[in-house]
């Protein structure tokens, strides 16, 4: 009896699993879930900043934007907003460039704790359903996106290191100077 009851449930485990169901269930490769790519048009969307004023990307046209997604909970995204005050605001202060940090889903309690934590006071944009940040992936953050002064995206990137950070660094200074 036992046998058979073995038996009937591997024959039913082999009949209802359907392998490319499951590979379709798995998740995203980082390039899978990046809507947008280098070279298309970034999509325009206002923000509500940290502050209660508004940001929309379109009026950022004749600067270069550093789009960031990121979020409180997430370790590569506090690593890479610990860097971003000196190597890449106080760089590039008085260019025609502009660092906009965009929070992923989290609330502005949430957000005001962790910048009181941390002690940022560089500007930081709330997209707490993640509608902003649904027109440009679907999953994975850091998200960064180099956007040029025609509102063009120059590179997407995901994720942190060091290295992608210095390349991101010399892209923005790149991308000023044209």
């Known amino acids: 009896?036992?046998?058979l009851l073995i038996t009937i449930v591997i024959g039913a485990v082999l009949i209802?699993?359907?392998p490319t169901e499951a590979k379709a269930q798995q998740r995203p490769t980082p390039e899978q879930a990046t809507i947008v790519k280098d070279g298309m048009v970034a999509p325009d969307f206002t923000v509500t900043m940290f502050d209660g004023s508004t940001v929309r990307l379109s009026d950022l046209r004749g600067k270069v934007v550093l789009l960031n997604f990121w979020a409180t909970w997430c370790p590569p995204c506090r690593a890479e907003l610990a860097c971003v005050q000196k190597d890449i605001i106080d760089r590039f202060a008085g260019k025609p460039f502009v660092f906009l940090p965009i929070s992923r889903g989290e609330?502005?309690?949430?957000?005001?704790?962790?910048?009181?934590?941390?002690?940022?006071?560089?500007?930081m944009g709330l997209d707490s359903n993640s509608s902003i940040y649904g027109k440009y992936a679907q999953t994975y953050i850091p998200r960064n996106f180099l956007i040029d002064k025609n509102g063009r995206v120059v590179k997407a990137t995901v994720g942190y290191t060091k290295e992608e950070f210095a390349e991101l660094i010399h892209?923005?200074?790149?991308?000023?100077?044209?």
């Open 107 to 123: 609330e502005h309690a949430t957000v005001a704790a962790f910048r009181e934590k941390m002690g940022y006071s560089f500007p």
């Open 1 to 3: 009896i036992l046998m």
């Open 16 to 18: 209802l699993w359907n």
């Open 171 to 178: 892209l923005i200074e790149k991308t000023i100077k044209k």
